[in-house]
């Protein structure tokens, strides 16, 4: 089912609508990836998925995607390229796909601008301040890892609205290691938004607003670029 925001009609692109999203931890890359994958009638692509699929597979590329995580090596642009371009092209992406989780830096994109064309490079962008304060304080059930948040917790007993079990705080939600995270992002991903703003496809938006406003202006600005 097709969702609605304040009344809008579900926007239906006349032409591919093949974009990326990143941010730094927190900025709710996968919310509304999800969100703008649904609105926009193409599928939401995790890159992380897509790499567990196909080691669950047991394909050849999974297998050698295996190695590198065993080994605690990241898998090099070619193998996640030649998965990604793969899992692009399979049905359901006529109209397009919002990817999510990759490139993670400018010789990724790099790369995968060699193989299929963005369109739309969306940027959710948020103070360091504010992402430590949302990932501090969430929360996921160890179950259904469903997430959660501290100001959620005292009206939901601790527990999972949707399965019942208690809620936990993930390891790499402290604090200490939430900073390392972001510094590797400013160093390793922040730069792509020069590198799509030169290629004039780059849509930066302030990712400190709550879901449903940081979701409308999305909307309101892609639908205006878009046709």
């Known amino acids: 089912m097709r969702i609605r ?98 490139p993670r830096n400018v010789e990724q994109a790099e790369s995968l601008d060699r193989l299929i064309k963005i369109h739309l490079a969306i940027q959710l962008k948020m103070s360091d301040a504010m992402a430590i304060k949302r990932l501090a304080g969430r929360r996921q059930c160890p179950v259904c890892r469903a997430v959660f948040h501290v100001s959620e917790v005292p009206t939901l007993n601790n527990r999972c609205t949707l399965c019942g079990h208690v809620l936990a705080k993930r390891k790499d939600d402290e604090e200490e290691t ?36 940081l979701f409308e202006e999305l909307v309101k600005k892609i639908e205006k670029l878009w046709r």
């Open 5 to 102: 925001v304040l009344g809008y009609t579900p926007f239906m692109p006349k032409k591919k609508f093949q974009a990326l999203i990143f941010g730094p931890q927190g900025s709710g890359k996968s919310t509304q990836g999800h969100l703008l994958s649904e609105w926009f009638g193409v599928p939401y692509v995790s890159s992380g998925d897509v790499l567990r699929e196909e080691v669950e597979k047991g394909t050849m590329l999974g297998k050698m995607t295996e190695e590198y995580v065993h080994s605690g090596v990241l898998a090099p642009d070619e193998l996640v390229n030649a998965i990604l371009l793969k899992r692009l092209k399979e049905a359901g992406t006529e109209h397009g796909f919002v990817l999510d989780g990759y």
């Open 178 to 213: 939430i900073r390392r995270r972001l510094a590797f992002y400013h160093f390793m991903t922040e730069p792509m938004a020069s590198y799509y703003r030169q290629r004039e496809v780059l849509l930066s938006v302030n990712a400190e607003q709550s879901i449903k406003l």
